[in-house]
């Protein structure tokens, strides 16, 4: 698909039914992982990794949703959620926070958890606050019914280390990426990372009290550690979930040009915010309301039927 015929598909009187048809891809898909790992015996952790704003909390919530169609009970965990916070988290060889480490993770915490829910225990709720940098227990208490399934969402998920005391007969692997098969300029695709980065600007703004410039000023420190902490990993995944919506950039548009526009305001004219801001400004915007509550794109713009 090129820009002009993604324009043409937002701007007919099809553009409604060009939203239903994608959502309701990305749906056969999701139904079709939990199909699988339902189908083999011994699968009792179904493990979701993807790079950041690949869409995998939403992701991870569908595939509970389509555990549950299969009628199994289903459960899910984030690994951000067991984050040991700022005062032990790593740091760089520069002194700097090391968000992006998999030591950031309280992995003894975290399979403790894992462990006692598959055997039928009890643990208490762990949440993030992302604001004050500091985990905390909720007064919920969580348990797992017999033959459940754990979906567990994050960065490292598909890293051995995190699940290292669980069998990997229990395990079923996925690897979440948005895919786009979008000519941008004349034979130039759009990538997954420019994708998610547009998803990050408008998520971390709306929900992290982020500027524009915090983000970019991020971006390289999670490009690098995408390739560090997740590339070495996405050979083990059992499937690969495309979470790219072929009409998201005509929805994300009214959010996150104004956000690039802000960037470049204030000294953000590098050559990568220069570009897109040239490639939005060749997509027709179009509004939400048409993006269903409980799309991937609602974990980023808001408004999702989903709850965070």
Known sequence: MTIEELNECMTGED???FIRVSEARQVKAISKI????????GIRLVLLCGASSAGKTTTAKRICTQLRVNYRNAMLLSTDDYFVGDARNPRDEQGNLDYEHIDCVDIPLLSADILTLLDGGQVRQRKFDFVR???FYTHEKL?????GFIVLEGIHALNPRLTEGIPDSAKYRVFADPQPDLDV???IML???NVRFLRRLVRDNRYRKMSPMMTLGMWPKVMEGEEKWIAPFKGNADA??????????????????GLLEMARLDGGQSSF??????LLSIVVPAPADAVPGDSILRETIGGSQLEY
Do not use: Q, T, W
């Open 143 to 147: 348990s797992l019914a017999k033959g």
């Open 34 to 41: 939990a199909d699988v790992a339902c189908g083999r015996a």
């Open 133 to 135: 940098h500091e985990g």
């Open 15 to 17: 553009a409604n039914e």
């Open 185 to 187: 300029f004349g034979g």
């Open 191 to 193: 990538s997954s990372a």
């Open 240 to 257: 690969v979930f495309d979470s790219y919506l072929p009409y998201e950039l005509a929805v994300l548009k009214p959010y996150a040009a």
């Open 273 to 278: 915010v220069m570009n897109m801001i040239r």
